[in-house]
């Protein structure tokens, strides 16, 4: 292989493109001037005296630039090496106590670009190798290829801002800070295999040439995206070596502080948060440590814990809702009323010394936990609960009093939060014949009857009682936000009910009469779709990592028979069946119909669940299950208006759903009213920053629905704007969060040695430590099968140019002479 570039470059420090326009603009200026002094004369005379002086103003230009012409010579198979630098958080770590030595990532730049008195590796290799500098988080970015035009920058000086003086602001900054976001292990290793970066997957690179990339990084991948040890394999099969570098402590340092907080969506406002605070604790084994619940300056509640080992722990915490929602009620407007209160509280998590004093965090923390005020950042963790005050209404539809159907109802029944209606209808009941109506024990006979509910439960009812009404009545109910829960049983009356034409679109499974039930199942088993939703999170005291979420599920009583379904094709299967034999049918299966869920149950028998355990598991599953199915209720409202959002908490570029109901004492039900404009005015520190208009959904119910743009992190808070409305009588306004996702970056900061050397022997190279560096840069050094001879000719130096420059100028003066000009 023999390749030659050629290229301009200039030694001033200003870039190449501000010299090139600043030339050019002074030697048009000097024409410009210069021909108003020829205008008069013939040409060609009048624009050739001009355009001379100008190209000898644009040449002395040049020349004060210094302007040199670069020669690249590449000879044979010089081998291609990538370095990928990792720049998350995790690399601002010390690993020191020492404030003033230097974070991982200057570490792993000063391995590469060399400190005062000691070359880099790049210096070492730039002239038997093609070499990229790859940055990397969550994402992957090229900083600097040996292959760019641009010059060379001087590596040995030990300061990045040299190295990078050809570089943007955006790159430079890549290299000097680690404050990316999460790390993804597999993004620059995907991004060389999917021939991302025109100098990388150079097509002039010779494919016999050998090829290897080198990680620098801690190995601690918490984005999760994909397996960095599978993408490192197909590098090897296609030529590439890769390497990894540990930079880091192989220890965890000390440190406690708060992972995650496991607590309900929705309380009653006059019942209990019940939930638990992970705590993480290394290199504090038997000391003390103090738990506690703050809603704004109060504590609500605290615990002091001894910590066993490391690692994380568990720290169950209960305390009443009722004192804060007092709290929250003095601050309300008066003729506002909340049926739903966002109650913001956090975790904190502090030392206890001996004598019982709580001491900081701060001493032993790693570097790169430790916050602007000079806090750790992992003391603390917010969250939020919305406190219900206006019970949920259920109905439960059942043919037949059997145990599923009695335990549901006890269970919801006695919960204060609910209030239960159950109709059994048909033979064996004390309802033989179906009954319609609008009192309780009645079939709703009426959309507005049916609109008194929040969610259904639909057992196995005789489909000879079943009209064809109810079903459009049932469908508008869901279509409209209603929750459906279909619980299928040993009779396979929903497989004849769902030969109606709405309720076949309806239920989530096609049902096939002809093949026979599932029996001798060993478990019910969540699918990945199923582990990720909190619905299949059984167990508080599990971490619910996504290998833990079966592990409850797999001691379960398992039902005894199980019909076969298929799911529709845009169902989702959250937990299926299998047999003694391996055989799976849908178990759990739920879509979207409308602005409402359906869920579809394969079996009546998790009373099972209640076996030596009551209602622990057969309670937080239905009640989760009802969580996932209903639509949020309007969490406050005036003598006017309405408002709900469908969440209290949003991740930061998600969309909120807005719902609004405009209301009028003075009008009847069903009463014709004109359409109102309805806008939500969306304020951000009581100040107005957008407005959304709001589309009618419901012209019976005067329903609106909208839909703001993907939000930054913060507070917000909701007003509504109404034609025909006072804006001082729409006194109603309600609060969200858009926050940020919980990142797992610095819950481990050590070494992962186990990662590294799998990423390395699945990419046929070597895992080493920072501390042993040298056994990589000692194998790079005798891959190369080139060399590249880089040459500049110093143009500014040129006598030549010098001589064009007054050449031009005395010619110039002679035809100026000759033309008759002074």
């Known amino acids: 292989m023999s390749d030659v570039v050629a290229n301009l470059r200039f030694s001033s420090e200003l870039p190449t493109w501000l010299i090139l326009l600043g030339a050019l603009s002074a030697g048009m200026i000097v024409m410009l001037l210069y021909l108003r002094e020829t205008a008069k004369i013939d040409p060609p005379w009048s624009w050739l005296l001009p355009a001379m002086r100008g190209t000898a103003v644009v040449l002395a230009c040049f020349l004060l630039a210094g302007p040199v012409w670069h020669h690249r010579h590449v000879i044979g ?3 291609r090496v990538v370095w990928a630098v990792d720049r998350s958080q995790s690399m601002s770590e010390q690993d020191s106590q020492t404030q003033v030595s230097p974070d991982r990532l200057r570490r792993a730049t000063d391995l590469l670009f060399g400190q005062p008195g000691h070359e880099g590796w790049i210096e070492q290799l730039r002239d038997t190798h093609l070499m990229d500098v790859v940055v990397f988080d969550d994402s992957a970015n090229l900083a600097w290829s040996s292959s760019s035009t641009d010059e060379m920058p001087t590596l040995h000086s030990g300061d990045l801002r040299d190295l990078t003086r050809q570089m943007d602001d955006h790159t430079r900054a890549l290299l000097e800070n680690a404050n990316g976001g999460g790390t993804d292990l597999s993004s620059p290793l995907r991004a060389i295999a999917e021939g991302v970066g025109r100098e990388i997957a150079s097509d002039r690179h010779d494919e016999e040439a050998s090829r290897a990339v080198v990680l620098f990084t801690d190995g601690r991948d918490s984005a999760g995206r994909a397996d960095a040890g599978e993408v490192a394999a197909r590098l090897a099969d296609v030529g590439w070596t890769v390497h990894t570098i540990g930079i880091g402590s192989v220890d965890e340092p000390a440190d406690i502080g708060i992972v995650d907080v496991d607590v309900p969506q929705r309380v ?10 992970w705590v993480k604790h290394f290199g504090y084994e038997g000391k003390s440590v103090r738990v506690a619940i703050q809603s704004g300056q109060q504590t609500v509640w605290s615990d002091t814990v001894v910590v066993s080992g490391d690692g ?6 209960n305390f009443p809702v009722e004192p804060l929602m007092q709290q929250a009620n003095q601050d309300e407007l008066r003729g506002v009323d909340r049926d739903t209160v966002a109650l913001a509280l956090s975790a904190q998590v502090s030392m206890v010394s001996e004598r019982d004093q709580v001491i900081s965090n701060q001493e032993n923390q790693p570097s790169a936990m430790i916050s602007a005020d000079g806090t750790a950042s992992n003391d603390s963790m917010e969250f939020r609960i919305a406190a219900a005050s206006r019970d949920r209404r259920l109905l439960i539809l059942d043919g037949s009093a059997r145990w599923e159907t009695r335990y549901l109802r006890n269970l919801f029944s006695r919960d204060p939060a609910w209030e239960v209606d159950t109709v059994l209808f048909g033979r064996g009941t004390d309802m033989p014949q179906v009954r319609r109506g609008e009192d309780p024990g009645e079939l709703p006979e009426s959309v507005r009857a049916w609109s008194r509910y929040d969610a259904v439960i639909l057992g196995e009812i005789p489909p000879d009682q079943w009209t064809e009404q109810d079903a459009e009545q049932l469908s508008e109910f869901v279509a409209g936000g209603g929750g459906l829960i279909v619980v299928d049983g040993s009779y396979r009356r929903l497989a004849v009910l769902a030969e109606q034409s709405i309720m076949a679109g309806m239920i989530p499974v096609q049902f096939d009469s002809t093949a026979a039930p599932l029996r001798n199942i060993r478990a019910i088993e969540p699918t990945a779709a199923g582990q990720s939703h909190p619905v299949m999170l059984l167990d508080v ?20 028979v199980v019909d076969v379904v298929t799911p529709l094709a845009d169902a989702e299967v959250w937990a299926a069946a299998i047999d003694t034999q391996g055989k799976q049918v849908p178990w759990l299966v739920t879509r979207m119909y409308g602005a409402g869920r359906v869920f579809y149950l394969a079996s009546d028998q998790t009373w099972r669940w209640r076996y030596r355990v009551e209602n622990q598991l057969q309670g937080r599953f239905w009640n989760q299950l009802m969580t996932a199915a209903m639509q949020p209720p309007y969490a406050v409202r005036d003598a006017f208006v309405a408002i709900g959002t469908d969440k209290i908490d949003y991740r930061v570029g998600q969309a909120a759903t807005i719902r609004v109901r405009l209301l009028n004492a003075d009008r009847h039900e069903g009463e014709s009213v004109p359409a109102a404009t309805v806008d939500a005015v969306l304020l951000r520190d009581d100040q107005p920053i957008a407005t959304v208009p709001l589309s009618l959904d419901d012209a019976g119910r005067r329903t609106y629905l909208g839909e703001t743009a993907p939000l930054p992190a913060g507070e917000y808070r909701v007003r509504v704007r109404a034609s025909g409305y006072d804006a001082a009588a729409l006194q109603a306004s309600m609060p969200f969060w858009v926050v940020s996702p919980r990142s797992t970056e610095l819950d481990r900061v050590s070494v992962d040695e186990a990662a590294l050397q799998r990423i390395a022997t699945s990419g046929g190279g070597v895992a080493v430590h920072e501390s042993s560096a040298n056994e990589v840069l ?3 050094d005798a891959l190369s099968g080139g060399r590249i001879v880089e040459s500049d000719t110093l143009l500014w130096q040129s006598w030549w140019m010098f001589a064009i420059m007054v050449a031009l100028l005395a010619v110039e003066w002679w035809f100026r002479k000759k033309v008759g000009l002074l």
């Open 268 to 277: 009653a406002d006059d019942g209990h948060v019940a939930g638990r605070v």
């Open 77 to 79: 198979n010089p081998a």
């Open 541 to 560: 005291r599990n971490e619910q990592l996504p290998g833990k979420v079966n592990e409850i599920w797999s001691h379960l009583p398992a039902p005894t």
């Open 778 to 780: 000692n194998s790079l």
């Open 312 to 317: 994380s722990s568990p720290v169950d915490f």
